[in-house]
């Protein structure tokens, strides 16, 4: 084998491999934007829904809650613990530090009796100085109709400081409240609420939490620019290997013929039909004398 075809073969299998990552990575992309765009869906569409009573999408304080429900509205009468509201650290709101303020609801009617729903009610700013303590509005007294949206309980994160958390997870806000909260006993929601609207309004109101993102992101561009990188690949290097092959034929046929070899003549020259040896070239002709060189003689013949 000729060192044209193993380059050859070597290229064929670096555009393989290269095209195999490249459409992997597409794949990947792609299935980022199919799952992106199936949260979009969920959200167009369960957003500005009509509210529906929290047992209905909820029937059992236990009862975890469907994808397809998540930001969905619902009504639930109840009294907030304010005893037992617990910050939320490390999210800020359009660029604004602050903190998400979580109140659980004492559910009444609507719900299950006796069940804790953990509402965001809004954010509120840190000031200039984050050191300082935050001055929570306090909720509407006595019994109140919230309507929430709906969400998904997260996942516990690390520790914060006391009456502060990192994540919404409703065991974990439950777990961080002061100490002396009436939550002994009650049956937290395995969701927890992001506060739209409250009857009777409170006396001051938080900052109203923004409405989620809808944009696609670039996830399907860059599935199409991976395939397209896949495809130039493959292209690229057979084009080179397919060079390479050429050089190999072409060097082939350039090989001088051995006169020894079957077929050749006694004196050494080719056989009857074999591609004749390029001639050499005619010696250049001496040129002749130069406009310079005459122009000296006819002056040294007037000197003369």
Same mark, same amino acid.
């Given at each position: 084998?000729?060192?044209?075809?193993?380059?050859?073969?070597? %290229? $064929?299998?670096?555009?393989?491999? +290269?095209?195999?990552?490249?459409?992997f990575a597409g794949r990947w992309q792609w299935n980022r934007h199919v799952a992106r765009d199936a949260l979009i869906q969920v959200v167009e569409r369960n957003y500005a829904a009509e509210p529906v009573p929290l047992d209905e999408v909820l029937p059992a304080a236990g009862a975890?809650?469907?994808?397809? *429900?998540? @930001?969905?509205?619902?009504?639930?009468?109840?009294?907030?613990? !304010?005893?037992?509201? +617990?910050?939320?650290?490390?999210?800020? $709101?359009?660029?604004?530090?602050?903190?998400?303020?979580?109140? &659980?609801?004492?559910?009444?009617?609507?719900?299950?009796?006796?069940?804790?729903?953990?509402?965001?009610?809004?954010?509120?700013?840190?000031?200039?100085?984050?050191?300082?303590?935050?001055? $929570? &509005?306090?909720? !509407?007294?006595?019994?109140?109709?919230?309507? +929430?949206?709906?969400?998904? *309980?997260?996942?516990?994160?690390?520790?914060?400081a006391a009456g502060q958390v990192q994540a919404i997870s409703v065991a974990q806000v439950l777990d961080q409240a002061p100490d002396g909260s009436a939550l002994d006993g009650l049956i937290p929601y395995r969701a927890y609420g992001a506060l739209a609207d409250e009857d009777p309004?409170?006396?001051?109101?938080?900052?109203?939490? !923004?409405?989620?993102?809808? *944009?696609?992101?670039?996830? %399907?561009?860059?599935?199409?620019? @991976? @395939?397209?990188?896949? %495809?130039?690949?493959?292209?690229?290097?057979?084009?080179?290997?397919?060079?390479?092959?050429?050089?190999?034929?072409?060097?082939?046929?350039?090989? !001088?013929?051995? &006169?020894?070899? &079957?077929?050749?003549?006694?004196?050494?020259?080719?056989?009857?039909?074999?591609?004749?040896?390029?001639?050499?070239?005619?010696?250049?002709?001496?040129?002749?004398?130069?406009?310079?060189?005459?122009?000296?003689?006819?002056?040294?013949?007037? %000197?003369?």
């Amino acid at each position: 084998m000729s060192a044209h075809v193993r380059r050859a073969l070597a %290229l $064929v299998l670096v555009a393989l491999v +290269v095209a195999t990552g490249c459409a992997f990575a597409g794949r990947w992309q792609w299935n980022r934007h199919v799952a992106r765009d199936a949260l979009i869906q969920v959200v167009e569409r369960n957003y500005a829904a009509e509210p529906v009573p929290l047992d209905e999408v909820l029937p059992a304080a236990g009862a975890a809650l469907a994808t397809d *429900d998540v @930001w969905r509205r619902a009504v639930v009468t109840g009294r907030y613990l !304010p005893e037992a509201t +617990v910050l939320l650290r490390n999210r800020p $709101v359009e660029s604004t530090p602050g903190y998400h303020v979580l109140v &659980p609801l004492l559910v009444e009617e609507g719900g299950e009796p006796g069940g804790v729903l953990v509402v965001n009610r809004g954010f509120v700013g840190m000031g200039t100085d984050g050191s300082a303590a935050v001055d $929570v &509005p306090a909720p !509407p007294p006595g019994t109140v109709e919230v309507t +929430v949206r709906l969400r998904l *309980d997260e996942p516990r994160a690390r520790a914060a400081a006391a009456g502060q958390v990192q994540a919404i997870s409703v065991a974990q806000v439950l777990d961080q409240a002061p100490d002396g909260s009436a939550l002994d006993g009650l049956i937290p929601y395995r969701a927890y609420g992001a506060l739209a609207d409250e009857d009777p309004a409170p006396a001051q109101a938080l900052v109203p939490l !923004p409405a989620p993102s809808t *944009d696609p992101g670039s996830h %399907l561009s860059y599935a199409f620019q @991976w @395939w397209t990188f896949a %495809l130039g690949a493959l292209v690229g290097f057979c084009v080179l290997a397919r060079r390479e092959l050429a050089d190999a034929r072409v060097g082939d046929e350039d090989e !001088p013929e051995d &006169p020894g070899a &079957p077929g050749s003549r006694d004196d050494g020259t080719p056989p009857a039909g074999a591609r004749a040896s390029r001639a050499p070239r005619p010696a250049r002709r001496d040129r002749g004398p130069s406009a310079e060189d005459v122009e000296d003689a006819l002056i040294d013949a007037q %000197l003369r």
